[in-house]
């Protein structure tokens, strides 16, 4: 399975992007779709999670994105998106969306390789 994120670019603050990540093989097959989540490593930093949407839809967000980003999923197309507005120079991080396998530990979890991400540079 390959994940290959899309979508991000240079933006103001304040701006709105939004990622996609489409998967290749069976990750997101009709009958089995996965537990799946946008990750960021911004510079210099550890990996994170950002958010999560279930295969039931049940979504997550990290505390310092809430209500500005919101996560969805078209398990036809094997895309996750992440739509992200008024951003702010602290999002600037390199993107990744992966699946899970331990809710309690996303990270550490990830199913797939991680692929190359995408580049959000917000500048102030």
């Known amino acids: 399975v390959q994940l290959q994120a899309s979508g991000g670019g240079l933006v103001q603050a304040g701006g709105s992007l939004r990622l996609s990540c489409v998967a290749s093989?069976?990750?997101?097959?009709?009958?089995?779709?996965?537990?799946m989540g946008w990750y960021r490593q911004p510079p210099g930093k550890e990996r994170e999670l950002v958010a999560t949407i279930t295969s039931a839809g049940e979504l997550t967000y990290k505390d310092s994105v809430k209500g500005r980003f919101t996560i969805s999923r078209n398990n036809s197309r094997k895309t996750v998106y992440l739509q992200m507005n008024t951003l702010k120079p602290e999002d600037t991080a390199v993107y990744y969306c992966?699946?899970?396998?331990?809710?309690?530990?996303?990270?550490?979890?990830?199913?797939?390789?991680w692929g190359q991400g995408t580049q959000v540079t917000v500048s102030s």
């Open positions: 093989g069976s990750i997101f097959s009709v009958f089995r779709p996965k537990d």
């Open positions: 992966n699946a899970y396998s331990d809710a309690n530990s996303p990270v550490e979890s990830h199913v797939y390789n």
